[in-house]
Protein backbone atom coordinates (compact mmCIF):
# COMPACT_ATOMS: atom_id res chain seq x y z
CA UNK A 1 0.00 0.00 0.00
CA UNK A 2 0.81 3.42 -0.71
CA UNK A 3 -0.18 6.59 1.23
CA UNK A 4 0.63 9.98 0.13
CA UNK A 5 -0.43 13.34 0.60
CA UNK A 6 -1.74 15.81 -2.10
CA UNK A 7 -3.82 19.16 -2.08
CA UNK A 8 -6.92 20.22 -3.97
CA UNK A 9 -8.89 23.58 -4.71
CA UNK A 10 -12.26 24.51 -3.44
CA UNK A 11 -13.64 27.96 -3.52
CA UNK A 12 -10.01 29.46 -4.56
CA UNK A 13 -8.42 27.57 -0.55
CA UNK A 14 -6.70 25.12 -0.68
CA UNK A 15 -7.24 22.05 0.61
CA UNK A 16 -4.90 19.03 2.35
CA UNK A 17 -5.96 15.30 1.52
CA UNK A 18 -4.38 12.15 1.99
CA UNK A 19 -5.07 9.06 -0.52
CA UNK A 20 -4.37 5.31 0.17
CA UNK A 21 -3.61 4.01 -2.54
CA UNK A 22 -5.20 0.78 -4.01
CA UNK A 23 -6.33 -1.26 -7.70
CA UNK A 24 -9.35 -1.61 -7.06
CA UNK A 25 -12.14 -0.08 -8.95
CA UNK A 26 -14.66 1.06 -5.69
CA UNK A 27 -13.33 3.60 -3.78
CA UNK A 28 -13.83 5.38 -0.19
CA UNK A 29 -14.10 8.75 0.60
CA UNK A 30 -13.76 9.76 4.41
CA UNK A 31 -15.16 12.54 5.36
CA UNK A 32 -14.44 14.29 8.52
CA UNK A 33 -16.94 15.21 11.30
CA UNK A 34 -17.09 18.60 13.56
CA UNK A 35 -13.47 20.39 13.65
CA UNK A 36 -11.66 16.80 13.52
CA UNK A 37 -8.77 16.61 11.07
CA UNK A 38 -8.13 13.52 8.80
CA UNK A 39 -6.40 11.45 11.03
CA UNK A 40 -9.68 11.24 13.13
CA UNK A 41 -9.92 10.72 17.02
CA UNK A 42 -6.96 8.88 17.95
CA UNK A 43 -6.06 8.35 14.58
CA UNK A 44 -9.08 5.85 13.65
CA UNK A 45 -9.50 7.43 10.51
CA UNK A 46 -6.01 7.07 9.56
CA UNK A 47 -5.90 3.29 10.90
CA UNK A 48 -9.68 2.78 9.00
CA UNK A 49 -7.68 4.23 5.81
CA UNK A 50 -5.12 1.54 6.15
CA UNK A 51 -7.51 -1.70 6.43
CA UNK A 52 -9.98 -0.55 3.92
CA UNK A 53 -6.67 0.04 1.39
CA UNK A 54 -5.40 -3.13 2.30
CA UNK A 55 -8.44 -4.90 1.30
CA UNK A 56 -7.98 -3.26 -2.66
CA UNK A 57 -10.13 0.11 -1.97
CA UNK A 58 -8.51 3.30 -2.52
CA UNK A 59 -9.35 5.72 0.39
CA UNK A 60 -8.79 9.38 0.62
CA UNK A 61 -9.41 11.22 3.50
CA UNK A 62 -9.28 15.51 3.92
CA UNK A 63 -9.43 18.23 5.93
CA UNK A 64 -12.26 21.03 4.91
CA UNK A 65 -11.77 24.39 4.85
CA UNK A 66 -10.47 25.81 8.19
CA UNK A 67 -9.50 22.90 9.66
CA UNK A 68 -6.30 20.89 10.26
CA UNK A 69 -4.05 21.87 6.97
CA UNK A 70 -6.10 23.22 4.67
CA UNK A 71 -6.82 26.98 4.21
CA UNK A 72 -10.03 28.96 3.98
CA UNK A 73 -12.94 29.48 7.14
CA UNK A 74 -14.64 27.02 8.74
CA UNK A 75 -18.49 27.47 8.54
CA UNK A 76 -19.29 24.16 9.95
CA UNK A 77 -20.56 21.55 8.68
CA UNK A 78 -23.66 22.95 6.83
CA UNK A 79 -21.23 24.63 4.43
CA UNK A 80 -19.13 21.62 3.92
CA UNK A 81 -21.29 20.77 0.79
CA UNK A 82 -18.48 22.02 -1.88
CA UNK A 83 -15.42 20.81 0.07
CA UNK A 84 -16.58 16.94 -0.25
CA UNK A 85 -17.55 17.89 -4.13
CA UNK A 86 -13.89 19.21 -4.41
CA UNK A 87 -12.78 15.99 -2.59
CA UNK A 88 -14.64 13.63 -4.93
CA UNK A 89 -13.49 15.31 -8.01
CA UNK A 90 -9.72 14.93 -6.71
CA UNK A 91 -9.96 11.76 -5.49
CA UNK A 92 -11.50 10.95 -9.34
CA UNK A 93 -8.33 12.99 -10.68
CA UNK A 94 -5.82 10.96 -8.89
CA UNK A 95 -7.49 7.54 -9.33
CA UNK A 96 -8.51 7.12 -12.90
CA UNK A 97 -9.75 3.70 -11.93
CA UNK A 98 -12.14 4.24 -9.85
CA UNK A 99 -15.78 3.70 -11.10
CA UNK A 100 -17.86 4.44 -7.83
CA UNK A 101 -16.99 5.92 -4.40
CA UNK A 102 -18.96 5.13 -1.61
CA UNK A 103 -18.54 7.83 1.39
CA UNK A 104 -17.99 7.58 5.37
CA UNK A 105 -18.75 10.18 7.69
CA UNK A 106 -19.48 10.22 11.30
CA UNK A 107 -21.41 12.85 13.35
CA UNK A 108 -22.09 15.93 11.36
CA UNK A 109 -19.99 15.13 8.93
CA UNK A 110 -22.79 11.86 8.17
CA UNK A 111 -25.36 14.70 8.46
CA UNK A 112 -23.50 16.67 5.91
CA UNK A 113 -23.73 13.71 3.47
CA UNK A 114 -27.52 13.32 4.06
CA UNK A 115 -28.03 17.71 3.55
CA UNK A 116 -26.35 17.40 0.33
CA UNK A 117 -28.32 14.65 -0.81
CA UNK A 118 -25.63 11.90 -0.85
CA UNK A 119 -22.94 14.47 -2.40
CA UNK A 120 -22.97 12.60 -6.10
CA UNK A 121 -21.55 9.15 -4.19
CA UNK A 122 -22.78 5.46 -5.03
CA UNK A 123 -23.24 4.26 -1.55
CA UNK A 124 -23.16 6.16 1.60
CA UNK A 125 -22.18 4.36 5.46
CA UNK A 126 -23.42 7.26 7.52
CA UNK A 127 -22.41 6.58 11.74
CA UNK A 128 -24.16 8.56 14.55
CA UNK A 129 -25.64 11.22 12.51
CA UNK A 130 -25.73 14.80 14.23
CA UNK A 131 -29.27 15.59 14.74
CA UNK A 132 -28.99 18.22 17.28
CA UNK A 133 -29.98 22.00 16.52
CA UNK A 134 -28.14 24.52 17.54
CA UNK A 135 -30.93 25.79 20.36
CA UNK A 136 -31.36 22.47 21.69
CA UNK A 137 -27.54 20.62 21.37
CA UNK A 138 -27.86 20.46 25.35
CA UNK A 139 -31.35 18.85 25.80
CA UNK A 140 -31.00 14.85 26.26
CA UNK A 141 -33.46 12.64 24.38
CA UNK A 142 -35.86 10.67 25.68
CA UNK A 143 -33.89 7.31 24.21
CA UNK A 144 -30.43 8.70 25.56
CA UNK A 145 -31.53 9.53 29.01
CA UNK A 146 -33.39 5.79 28.91
CA UNK A 147 -30.18 4.31 28.12
CA UNK A 148 -28.10 6.37 31.15
CA UNK A 149 -30.17 5.39 34.32
CA UNK A 150 -30.26 1.66 32.61
CA UNK A 151 -26.80 1.75 32.68
CA UNK A 152 -26.52 3.25 36.21
CA UNK A 153 -29.30 1.04 37.66
CA UNK A 154 -27.09 -1.88 36.40
CA UNK A 155 -24.09 -0.29 38.42
CA UNK A 156 -23.63 -1.13 42.27
CA UNK A 157 -21.99 1.83 43.58
CA UNK A 158 -24.52 4.27 41.72
CA UNK A 159 -27.58 2.38 43.24
CA UNK A 160 -25.43 2.72 46.89
CA UNK A 161 -25.37 6.43 46.21
CA UNK A 162 -29.13 6.44 45.56
CA UNK A 163 -29.98 4.52 48.50
CA UNK A 164 -27.90 6.27 50.62
CA UNK A 165 -29.68 9.86 49.72
CA UNK A 166 -26.18 10.79 47.93
CA UNK A 167 -27.93 11.56 44.28
CA UNK A 168 -30.18 15.23 44.40
CA UNK A 169 -33.61 14.53 43.83
CA UNK A 170 -34.43 17.52 41.74
CA UNK A 171 -32.65 16.63 39.12
CA UNK A 172 -33.19 13.09 39.11
CA UNK A 173 -36.81 13.97 38.73
CA UNK A 174 -36.78 15.88 36.14
CA UNK A 175 -34.50 13.64 34.10
CA UNK A 176 -37.02 10.78 34.78
CA UNK A 177 -39.64 12.97 33.70
CA UNK A 178 -37.44 13.47 30.17
CA UNK A 179 -37.15 9.52 30.25
CA UNK A 180 -40.94 9.34 30.46
CA UNK A 181 -41.47 11.57 27.51
CA UNK A 182 -42.87 9.81 23.95
CA UNK A 183 -40.96 10.01 21.10
CA UNK A 184 -41.61 12.24 18.55
CA UNK A 185 -44.13 10.71 16.09
CA UNK A 186 -42.13 12.52 12.76
CA UNK A 187 -38.99 14.43 12.75
CA UNK A 188 -38.26 17.86 12.89
CA UNK A 189 -35.71 20.38 13.03
CA UNK A 190 -32.27 19.04 12.14
CA UNK A 191 -33.28 15.82 11.94
CA UNK A 192 -36.24 16.19 9.17
CA UNK A 193 -34.12 18.04 7.12
CA UNK A 194 -31.48 14.66 7.08
CA UNK A 195 -34.50 12.78 5.90
CA UNK A 196 -35.41 15.19 3.16
CA UNK A 197 -32.05 15.40 1.71
CA UNK A 198 -31.74 11.62 1.70
CA UNK A 199 -35.35 10.49 1.07
CA UNK A 200 -34.25 9.91 -2.63
CA UNK A 201 -31.13 8.50 -2.70
CA UNK A 202 -30.80 5.40 -4.76
CA UNK A 203 -27.37 3.83 -3.80
CA UNK A 204 -26.77 1.45 -0.49
CA UNK A 205 -27.15 3.25 2.81
CA UNK A 206 -25.66 1.72 6.19
CA UNK A 207 -26.67 4.02 9.21
CA UNK A 208 -24.38 2.88 12.20
CA UNK A 209 -24.90 3.73 16.03
CA UNK A 210 -22.80 3.38 18.83
CA UNK A 211 -24.79 2.21 21.32
CA UNK A 212 -22.93 3.50 24.04
CA UNK A 213 -23.23 7.62 22.07
CA UNK A 214 -25.37 10.54 23.06
CA UNK A 215 -25.17 11.42 19.54
CA UNK A 216 -26.22 8.39 17.98
CA UNK A 217 -28.63 7.33 20.40
CA UNK A 218 -30.36 10.52 19.71
CA UNK A 219 -30.45 9.69 15.84
CA UNK A 220 -32.25 6.75 16.63
CA UNK A 221 -34.86 8.03 18.90
CA UNK A 222 -35.58 10.22 16.11
CA UNK A 223 -35.22 7.63 13.36
CA UNK A 224 -37.23 4.83 12.29
CA UNK A 225 -36.25 1.82 14.28
CA UNK A 226 -37.37 -0.93 12.13
CA UNK A 227 -35.18 0.62 8.96
CA UNK A 228 -33.21 -2.57 8.06
CA UNK A 229 -29.84 -0.23 6.76
CA UNK A 230 -29.94 0.49 10.48
CA UNK A 231 -26.99 -1.20 12.54
CA UNK A 232 -26.25 -1.01 16.11
CA UNK A 233 -22.79 -1.73 17.88
CA UNK A 234 -23.14 -2.75 21.47
CA UNK A 235 -20.80 -1.26 23.86
CA UNK A 236 -19.18 1.40 21.28
CA UNK A 237 -18.65 4.87 21.84
CA UNK A 238 -18.60 7.70 19.74
CA UNK A 239 -15.57 7.30 17.57
CA UNK A 240 -15.88 3.47 17.97
CA UNK A 241 -12.31 3.21 19.59
CA UNK A 242 -12.96 0.00 21.02
CA UNK A 243 -11.08 -2.71 19.24
CA UNK A 244 -14.19 -4.87 19.01
CA UNK A 245 -15.81 -1.65 17.35
CA UNK A 246 -13.03 -1.17 15.71
CA UNK A 247 -13.11 -4.28 13.74
CA UNK A 248 -17.27 -4.10 13.44
CA UNK A 249 -16.61 -0.47 11.82
CA UNK A 250 -13.99 -2.12 8.92
CA UNK A 251 -16.33 -5.10 8.36
CA UNK A 252 -19.59 -2.55 7.48
CA UNK A 253 -17.23 -0.34 5.66
CA UNK A 254 -16.49 -3.15 3.03
CA UNK A 255 -19.66 -4.92 3.30
CA UNK A 256 -20.94 -1.55 1.73
CA UNK A 257 -18.02 -1.09 -0.69
CA UNK A 258 -18.61 -4.76 -1.76
CA UNK A 259 -22.64 -3.88 -2.21
CA UNK A 260 -21.41 -1.14 -4.41
CA UNK A 261 -19.06 -3.15 -6.48
CA UNK A 262 -21.32 -5.49 -7.47
CA UNK A 263 -23.73 -3.12 -8.92
Not at 46 to 75: C, Q, T
Not at 127 to 139: L, R, Y
Not at 183 to 195: Q, R, V
Amino acid sequence: MTRRHLTFACEGAQLVATLDEAPGTTALLIVSGGNETRAGAWNGQALLAARIAAEGYPVLRFDRRGVGDSEGDNRGFRSSAPDMAAALAALRAQCPHVSRVVAFGNCDAASALMLAGGAGLDGLVLSNPWTFDEDAADEAPAEVVRDHYRRRLADPAALKRLLSGKVAVGPLLRSLLAAARPAPAMPKGLAAEIAVGIADFAGPIRFLVAERDRTGLAFVANWNRADARLQLCAEASHSFVEPMAQDWLVDQVLECLEAVAAR
